[in-house]
């Protein structure tokens, strides 16, 4: 049974570029969420997918954008990166209605620099 | 609005010994509350939940919490510590506004750190 799946691992980027990254949620689950864990932090709710829409927002500018598409994966795209960016961005995954158990499901995340 | 704080920055147990992680919540209604685990660099952990029933809630790798309505306190808890359980852990809440579900807000974490 295939757990949550984030690519890349690392990656490193220059202020000002555009980064996308990606999530593969636990079979069987239906949404995704993401949330950024800057360094020392708890991580915080950037937004949350369920089929194809975006279903809540946290407090994060428009730079942060998402997508999922039908087979349930998603993508995280950040534009313009500020060195405030640099941040772990954790993936989670969770199933919606009767099934939904309440816990989310997290990848190992994205480990993203901003030079 | 919904919240969790972690009065405690780092907590040092000696292996064997009993080990507490505090968390007290702030919610509005019934709290939806969660541990997860952070080993270095990597994503967290689930170890249990609190949604209704018994106020001792017994999770993985043989750590338990206890609810405590009256000091809206939620502690992580058990009884003999091992190294391997040195890690970040996080208490975390379910926000029930919006239109996200399993939304959690996390407290800012507490580093265990288990001496030999």
């Known amino acids: 049974d295939a757990g949550v799946t984030q690519s890349p691992t690392h990656l490193i980027k220059t202020r000002g570029q555009q980064v996308t990254l990606r999530c593969s949620p636990k079979?069987?689950?239906?949404?995704v969420s993401w949330y950024q864990q800057a360094l020392g932090q708890g991580p915080q709710f950037i937004f949350q997918?369920?089929?194809?829409?975006?279903?809540q927002r946290g407090n994060f500018p428009d730079r942060f954008s998402g997508h999922q598409f039908p087979n349930y994966s998603s993508e995280l795209n950040v534009n313009a990166l500020l060195l405030g960016d640099s941040a772990l961005y954790l993936c989670?995954?969770?199933?919606?209605?009767?099934?939904?158990?309440?816990?989310?499901?997290f990848g190992e995340g994205s480990r993203l620099t901003v030079l | 609005a919904q919240s969790v704080a972690q009065p405690e920055d780092q907590v040092n147990v000696a292996e064997g010994n009993p080990l507490t992680v505090k968390c007290t919540y702030s919610?509005?209604?019934?709290?939806?509350l969660f541990w997860y685990v952070q080993y270095p660099n990597r994503g967290l952990q689930f170890l249990l939940k609190?949604?209704?029933?018994?106020?001792l809630v017994k999770g993985s790798y043989g750590f338990e919490a206890e609810f405590n309505k009256s000091q809206t306190s939620f502690h992580l808890k058990k009884p003999s510590a091992l190294v391997s359980d040195s890690a970040l852990y996080f208490c975390?809440?379910?926000?029930?506004?919006?239109?996200?579900?399993?939304?959690?807000?996390f407290g800012t974490g507490t580093l265990l750190a288990v001496q030999p």
């Open positions: 919610v509005s209604g019934n709290p939806y």
């Open positions: 975390a809440v379910r926000d029930l506004k919006g239109g996200a579900t399993n939304k959690l807000i």
């Open positions: 079979s069987g689950h239906d949404t």
């Open positions: 609190y949604i209704t029933g018994d106020n």
């Open positions: 989670a995954s969770s199933r919606q209605g009767a099934a939904n158990t309440g816990e989310l499901f």
């Open positions: 997918y369920y089929e194809e829409e975006e279903r």
